[in-house]
């Protein structure tokens, strides 16, 4: 099933869909990080964007 881009809720909005690729892509172009570094961060820490996005600090840190 796919995702219904007019339903946008504040759940939504706190999480990665590692399911799509256009999420995964933006995550990237927002960190400045590869897809593929992108898609490992997913597998590792879930698709909370908080933890996402402290952990893709760190990559790019580090």
Known sequence: ????K??????DRGRVA???????????RKH??????????IKEHGNSREKLD???GKLKRG
């Open 54 to 56: 402290a952990a893709a």
């Open 6 to 11: 007019a339903n946008r809720g504040g759940a």
């Open 18 to 28: 590692g399911g799509e690729e256009y999420e995964i892509g933006y995550f990237a």
């Open 32 to 41: 400045g990080i590869s897809v593929a570094q992108a898609e490992e961060l």
């Open 1 to 4: 099933m796919s995702d219904d």
